[in-house]
T-cell receptor, first 118, second 108 residues
Protein backbone atom coordinates (compact mmCIF):
# COMPACT_ATOMS: atom_id res chain seq x y z
CA UNK A 1 0.00 0.00 0.00
CA UNK A 2 0.94 3.65 -0.30
CA UNK A 3 3.17 4.95 2.48
CA UNK A 4 3.49 8.52 3.70
CA UNK A 5 6.13 9.50 6.23
CA UNK A 6 6.48 12.57 8.42
CA UNK A 7 9.47 13.96 10.19
CA UNK A 8 9.86 14.70 13.01
CA UNK A 9 7.27 12.65 14.85
CA UNK A 10 7.41 15.05 17.77
CA UNK A 11 9.13 18.35 18.44
CA UNK A 12 9.41 20.78 21.33
CA UNK A 13 10.42 24.33 20.53
CA UNK A 14 10.61 27.66 22.29
CA UNK A 15 8.16 30.44 21.66
CA UNK A 16 9.27 32.67 18.79
CA UNK A 17 11.27 30.04 16.92
CA UNK A 18 10.31 28.32 13.65
CA UNK A 19 9.74 24.63 13.08
CA UNK A 20 9.76 22.71 9.81
CA UNK A 21 7.80 19.49 9.32
CA UNK A 22 8.45 17.24 6.32
CA UNK A 23 5.94 15.01 4.60
CA UNK A 24 7.10 12.44 2.06
CA UNK A 25 5.29 9.97 -0.15
CA UNK A 26 7.62 6.99 -0.16
CA UNK A 27 6.34 4.76 -2.92
CA UNK A 28 4.17 6.94 -5.14
CA UNK A 29 4.12 10.39 -6.67
CA UNK A 30 1.80 12.78 -4.90
CA UNK A 31 0.47 15.50 -7.14
CA UNK A 32 -1.50 16.89 -4.21
CA UNK A 33 -0.68 16.97 -0.53
CA UNK A 34 -2.80 18.20 2.34
CA UNK A 35 -1.97 19.50 5.79
CA UNK A 36 -4.33 18.97 8.71
CA UNK A 37 -4.36 19.98 12.31
CA UNK A 38 -6.01 17.98 15.07
CA UNK A 39 -6.80 19.14 18.58
CA UNK A 40 -7.28 16.62 21.40
CA UNK A 41 -10.48 14.61 21.10
CA UNK A 42 -11.48 16.41 17.91
CA UNK A 43 -11.64 15.60 14.25
CA UNK A 44 -9.12 16.67 11.63
CA UNK A 45 -9.20 20.24 10.39
CA UNK A 46 -7.82 20.92 6.92
CA UNK A 47 -5.29 23.76 6.92
CA UNK A 48 -4.16 23.86 3.30
CA UNK A 49 -3.90 22.01 0.02
CA UNK A 50 -0.69 22.04 -1.97
CA UNK A 51 -0.09 20.99 -5.54
CA UNK A 52 3.41 20.25 -6.74
CA UNK A 53 5.07 23.33 -8.17
CA UNK A 54 2.34 25.80 -7.27
CA UNK A 55 1.29 27.89 -4.30
CA UNK A 56 -0.72 26.28 -1.54
CA UNK A 57 -4.40 27.02 -1.09
CA UNK A 58 -5.20 27.85 2.51
CA UNK A 59 -8.50 27.29 4.28
CA UNK A 60 -10.35 30.24 5.67
CA UNK A 61 -8.89 31.40 8.96
CA UNK A 62 -5.46 29.82 8.43
CA UNK A 63 -2.65 32.38 8.36
CA UNK A 64 -0.54 31.68 5.29
CA UNK A 65 2.35 33.80 6.58
CA UNK A 66 2.46 31.77 9.75
CA UNK A 67 2.09 28.32 8.21
CA UNK A 68 4.36 28.25 5.18
CA UNK A 69 3.85 25.32 2.84
CA UNK A 70 6.22 24.26 0.09
CA UNK A 71 5.52 21.38 -2.29
CA UNK A 72 8.75 21.38 -4.26
CA UNK A 73 8.60 17.86 -5.66
CA UNK A 74 6.17 15.05 -6.28
CA UNK A 75 7.30 13.29 -3.12
CA UNK A 76 7.95 16.09 -0.62
CA UNK A 77 5.92 18.82 1.02
CA UNK A 78 7.01 20.87 4.01
CA UNK A 79 5.08 22.87 6.60
CA UNK A 80 6.98 25.57 8.46
CA UNK A 81 5.39 27.06 11.55
CA UNK A 82 6.97 30.47 11.83
CA UNK A 83 7.37 32.40 15.08
CA UNK A 84 5.63 29.63 16.96
CA UNK A 85 3.51 30.39 20.02
CA UNK A 86 2.02 28.06 22.62
CA UNK A 87 -1.37 28.18 20.87
CA UNK A 88 0.28 26.56 17.83
CA UNK A 89 0.88 23.44 19.89
CA UNK A 90 -1.07 20.68 18.20
CA UNK A 91 -0.93 17.44 16.23
CA UNK A 92 -0.16 18.12 12.57
CA UNK A 93 -0.92 15.45 9.98
CA UNK A 94 -0.18 15.42 6.28
CA UNK A 95 -1.78 13.36 3.56
CA UNK A 96 -0.98 12.68 -0.06
CA UNK A 97 -3.04 11.83 -3.08
CA UNK A 98 -2.21 10.73 -6.58
CA UNK A 99 -3.45 12.39 -9.72
CA UNK A 100 -6.93 10.97 -9.64
CA UNK A 101 -6.57 8.80 -12.70
CA UNK A 102 -9.42 6.36 -13.15
CA UNK A 103 -11.32 8.67 -10.82
CA UNK A 104 -9.62 7.29 -7.72
CA UNK A 105 -9.04 10.02 -5.16
CA UNK A 106 -7.84 8.03 -2.18
CA UNK A 107 -5.74 9.93 0.34
CA UNK A 108 -2.98 8.36 2.42
CA UNK A 109 -1.96 9.85 5.73
CA UNK A 110 1.34 10.31 7.49
CA UNK A 111 1.81 9.32 11.14
CA UNK A 112 1.58 12.91 12.36
CA UNK A 113 3.86 15.36 14.16
CA UNK A 114 3.16 16.44 17.70
CA UNK A 115 4.34 20.04 18.21
CA UNK A 116 4.72 21.54 21.66
CA UNK A 117 5.66 25.20 21.95
CA UNK A 118 6.96 26.28 25.37
CA UNK B 1 -20.47 22.49 1.93
CA UNK B 2 -20.87 18.79 2.51
CA UNK B 3 -21.82 17.76 6.05
CA UNK B 4 -20.78 14.40 7.49
CA UNK B 5 -22.42 12.87 10.53
CA UNK B 6 -21.17 9.76 12.27
CA UNK B 7 -22.97 7.62 14.79
CA UNK B 8 -22.71 6.55 17.49
CA UNK B 9 -20.20 9.02 18.95
CA UNK B 10 -19.03 6.48 21.52
CA UNK B 11 -19.20 2.71 21.64
CA UNK B 12 -18.05 0.23 24.26
CA UNK B 13 -17.90 -3.43 23.30
CA UNK B 14 -16.94 -6.66 24.95
CA UNK B 15 -14.25 -8.52 23.06
CA UNK B 16 -15.83 -10.80 20.48
CA UNK B 17 -18.90 -8.64 19.90
CA UNK B 18 -19.97 -7.21 16.55
CA UNK B 19 -20.73 -3.57 15.77
CA UNK B 20 -21.97 -1.27 13.04
CA UNK B 21 -20.81 2.31 12.60
CA UNK B 22 -22.76 4.69 10.40
CA UNK B 23 -21.77 7.67 8.27
CA UNK B 24 -24.37 9.98 6.72
CA UNK B 25 -23.42 12.67 4.24
CA UNK B 26 -25.44 15.57 2.93
CA UNK B 27 -24.54 15.69 -0.76
CA UNK B 28 -23.34 13.59 -3.67
CA UNK B 29 -19.77 12.38 -3.33
CA UNK B 30 -17.43 10.24 -5.37
CA UNK B 31 -14.88 9.58 -2.67
CA UNK B 32 -15.60 8.02 0.68
CA UNK B 33 -12.95 6.67 2.98
CA UNK B 34 -13.03 4.97 6.36
CA UNK B 35 -10.06 5.37 8.68
CA UNK B 36 -8.99 3.99 12.02
CA UNK B 37 -6.92 6.36 14.15
CA UNK B 38 -4.84 4.34 16.55
CA UNK B 39 -3.79 5.55 20.03
CA UNK B 40 -0.57 7.01 18.57
CA UNK B 41 -2.52 9.18 16.15
CA UNK B 42 -1.80 7.35 12.92
CA UNK B 43 -4.72 7.24 10.50
CA UNK B 44 -4.93 3.85 8.89
CA UNK B 45 -6.85 3.49 5.65
CA UNK B 46 -9.56 0.89 6.08
CA UNK B 47 -11.63 1.29 2.95
CA UNK B 48 -11.88 3.47 -0.12
CA UNK B 49 -15.54 2.89 -0.89
CA UNK B 50 -17.50 5.54 -2.82
CA UNK B 51 -20.11 2.87 -3.57
CA UNK B 52 -20.74 -0.84 -3.15
CA UNK B 53 -19.48 -3.32 -0.59
CA UNK B 54 -15.97 -4.37 0.36
CA UNK B 55 -14.59 -6.79 2.90
CA UNK B 56 -11.20 -7.07 4.51
CA UNK B 57 -10.91 -9.77 7.15
CA UNK B 58 -13.18 -8.95 10.08
CA UNK B 59 -14.09 -5.59 8.63
CA UNK B 60 -16.51 -4.81 5.87
CA UNK B 61 -18.10 -1.65 4.54
CA UNK B 62 -21.09 -0.76 2.44
CA UNK B 63 -21.84 2.58 0.81
CA UNK B 64 -25.25 3.37 -0.66
CA UNK B 65 -24.41 6.52 -2.57
CA UNK B 66 -27.97 7.21 -3.73
CA UNK B 67 -29.14 7.28 -0.11
CA UNK B 68 -26.03 9.08 1.12
CA UNK B 69 -24.81 6.77 3.82
CA UNK B 70 -22.09 4.27 4.52
CA UNK B 71 -21.78 1.54 7.13
CA UNK B 72 -18.67 -0.01 8.64
CA UNK B 73 -19.08 -3.47 10.18
CA UNK B 74 -16.63 -4.83 12.72
CA UNK B 75 -17.07 -8.48 13.57
CA UNK B 76 -15.54 -10.44 16.45
CA UNK B 77 -14.01 -7.27 17.86
CA UNK B 78 -10.58 -7.33 19.48
CA UNK B 79 -8.94 -4.93 21.92
CA UNK B 80 -6.66 -3.77 19.11
CA UNK B 81 -9.74 -2.45 17.31
CA UNK B 82 -9.99 0.29 19.94
CA UNK B 83 -9.49 3.83 18.72
CA UNK B 84 -11.36 6.41 16.72
CA UNK B 85 -13.06 5.58 13.43
CA UNK B 86 -13.48 8.39 10.95
CA UNK B 87 -15.52 8.62 7.80
CA UNK B 88 -14.45 11.23 5.25
CA UNK B 89 -15.92 12.24 1.90
CA UNK B 90 -15.09 14.44 -1.05
CA UNK B 91 -16.27 15.27 -4.54
CA UNK B 92 -13.87 14.93 -7.47
CA UNK B 93 -10.69 15.06 -5.47
CA UNK B 94 -11.66 18.15 -3.53
CA UNK B 95 -10.77 18.36 0.11
CA UNK B 96 -11.86 15.52 2.34
CA UNK B 97 -14.57 16.44 4.80
CA UNK B 98 -14.32 14.44 7.99
CA UNK B 99 -17.01 13.37 10.37
CA UNK B 100 -16.56 13.84 14.10
CA UNK B 101 -15.60 10.19 14.52
CA UNK B 102 -16.76 7.24 16.60
CA UNK B 103 -14.69 6.38 19.66
CA UNK B 104 -14.59 2.62 20.06
CA UNK B 105 -13.41 0.87 23.21
CA UNK B 106 -13.17 -2.89 23.22
CA UNK B 107 -12.90 -4.47 26.65
CA UNK B 108 -11.22 -7.83 27.27
Amino acid sequence: GAVVSQHPSWVICKSGTSVKIECRSLDFQATTMFWYRQFPKQSLMLMATSNEGSKATYEQGVEKDKFLINHASLTLSTLTVTSAHPEDSSFYICSARTSGRARVYEQYFGPGTRLTVT
Amino acid sequence: GIQVEQSPPDLILQEGANSTLRCNFSDSVNNLQWFHQNPWGQLINLFYIPSGTKQNGRLSATTVATERYSLLYISSSQTTDSGVYFCAVSLYGNKLVFGAGTILRVKS
